[in-house]
């Protein structure tokens, strides 16, 4: 006995000594923010501490506080990426706590600077995020539009987890008007790809979600298995928004089967952690199911009490400020949507104008090479034709050279050969003459009636003719030489007078 209280004692003085160690957690930083007061990142970066803080500690109203100031220092300083994830960090918190049109305003801050600085895989988170805070506000086809902008976004990156958080956010909306089939088939869609990333609390969420389906299709033993599986993934991960939609769930279908305390026991659950985040949204649920248990169970004075407090809930979230605010920021969301359209229509004609002048420009350019590139080309064939006119004038010239000499030529063989003709006429005679006499003398020594005196001198005279033939001949053979250019010329000293 007594050794059991010992360890009950221990057990609370260690929840006490663990519950002052984390209240005294933020005011350790709170003096952090005295010591960085000059130093804005790490003034900064101890907001964000104490803010995550608080959100581990399930007070998220405390942890907007102090993301207010940092958002507030990162504007001053134009840190950008920075105020965007705090923006985004605000923007989930504010939709938890059901302050939709404030969950709008943040993400869609957000969402721009990410636009401005090409940050598309945080863009596709962000479409789902407004267009969650749209769903729970009660607009689905403004909340439908977001999901496929996401969906859209996530397929163009071949982003599978982006692609999956869409298909699950898609679902919801057919769910919601009472598609189940095709919502089926969309959770299908997202638990395939779901199952190959480690990530249990988007996993927990489509489980969840299918279950719901299945309770509205009166399925309720399935619809049970999903929201338990659900709520043993929740509690794994520690996400208690997730857990309090399970243990909601899981009553309602316990009302259904007549089950009013096993009811009782997940609605009480649920309500402590609704308490801890102060979240509006299951605080509204709560109520609502639990004026359904008390009806059920015929209890008319509670049914009562929790209806009051149900539709004081529901004003809560949806007042006519709420309203006209959620209207005035959409139609500020509708403008900036329509300027920004505008810009994009600016840089598309922009583009086009600088196009065309980029086009004139390369035609220009184009023109000028392509003249230039004609004018070296009839430079090139101007010199060439002029080197072929003077070559050809050359040979031409060469060629009239040779024509003329060869007429020279022509003519001089000509009068050669007339002369030849005249010399070989005139030769004819010459060699006849000593010829004839050689015959005549030799037909006078054949006559043996002849004297030894006549006779002698018939071989005189042809000897005589002989001799002047052979002249003759000697002559002709020199003439021959001469003109065949082949006489040898022999120099000999003489006496000038002589000759």
Known sequence: ??????????????????????????????RKLKQYENN?????????????????????????????????????????????????????????LGNYDLSIEYNHKALLIYEKNGSNVKLIRLFQNIGNAYYYYGKYEKALKYYEE?????????????????????????????????????????????????DKISLAKTVYNI??????????????????EALALSKNE???????NCYLSIAE?????QKFDDALKNLESSYKIAKQLDAKNLKKEYFRILTRLYFEKKD????????KKYALSIDSIFTSQSDNKMAKYETKLENESHQKKLQQKKAKIQQIELRKKRNQRNFIILIFITITIFIAIFVERFHSNKKINQSLKRKNKQQQEKLKKLQQAMEQTKISGRLKSVFLSNLSHEIQKPMSSIVKFSNLLNDDSLS??????????????????????????????????QIAIEKQTSDRNSL
Do not use: W
Not at 4 to 25: D, E, K, N, R, Y
Not at 455 to 462: L, N, Q, S, T
């Open 211 to 228: 279950g719901i389906v299945y309770q509205n299709m009166k399925e309720y033993e399935k619809a049970l298995n999903n929201f338990k």
């Open 150 to 198: 996401s969906y859209e976004l996530a397929t163009k990156l071949n982003n599978k987890q982006g692609i999956a958080g869409s298909l699950n956010n898609i679902a919801i909306i057919y769910r919601n008007t009472k598609r189940y089939e095709k919502a089926l088939k969309y959770y299908t869609k997202a638990l395939i790809i779901k199952h190959k990333f480690d």
């Open 1 to 30: 006995m007594k050794n059991s209280i010992h360890i009950v004692l221990f057990f609370a003085m260690f929840c006490i000594s663990f519950g002052l160690q984390a209240q005294a957690v933020p005011d350790s930083l709170k």
């Open 452 to 485: 030894e005196e006549k006779k002698k001198h018939c071989i005189k005279h042809i000897m005589k003719n002989g001799n002047e033939l052979l002249e003759l001949i000697q002559d002709i053979i020199d003439i021959s030489h001469v003109d065949a250019e």
């Open 253 to 257: 279908i316990k009302i259904t089967q």
């Open 40 to 96: 804005n990142d790490k003034t900064i970066e101890t907001y964000l501490q104490i803010a995550k803080f608080y959100e581990t500690q399930n007070n998220l109203s405390k942890a907007i506080e102090y993301y207010l100031p940092a958002s507030e220092l990162c504007e001053l300083t134009n840190r950008d990426l920075k105020l965007a994830t705090i923006y985004d960090s605000m923007g989930k918190t504010h939709l938890i």
């Open 238 to 244: 520690k996400y208690f928004y997730g857990l309090a």
């Open 300 to 307: 008319f004075p509670q049914t009562l009490v929790y209806y």
